[in-house]
Every structure is written in C-alpha cells, then in structure tokens.
C-alpha cells in the first residue's frame, strides 16, 4: 500500500518536472540544458523515494 503511494507521488512529481522542463525550454531552447534539468529531476525523484522506503523501514 505504500510502496503505491510512493509510486503515485513519484508520477505526480515527474509530472510537474516536466511541466517546469517544458517552461524552462522556452525560456533557455538549448536542448542540453533540457536534458540536464529532466536528468537532475530523475535523479532527485529517485533519491526522494528511496530515502522515503529507507526511513519508513527503519
């Protein structure tokens, strides 16, 4: 039950990552710099709900 939670929260922040990555495209149209926000995005998804499931097993 809550990894399902974590998962619906795991969507919910990618999708509003994407909608600051699609701001921040028109605002700064290098695709680099595109790719480099989403990676750094992914990786803080990543980190967050691996900290949530580390915290709540302990």
Do not use: C
Request: hydrophobic content about 55%; charged content about 20%; glycine content about 4%.
């Amino acid at each position: 039950m809550k990894r399902k939670r974590y998962l619906v929260i795991g969507v919910l922040v990618a999708m509003s990552f994407d909608v600051v990555i699609e701001w921040e495209f028109v605002v700064f149209p290098h695709p680099w710099i595109k790719r480099l926000v989403s990676l750094i995005g992914l990786v803080v998804i990543v980190a967050t709900i691996n900290y949530l499931s580390n915290k709540n097993k302990q």
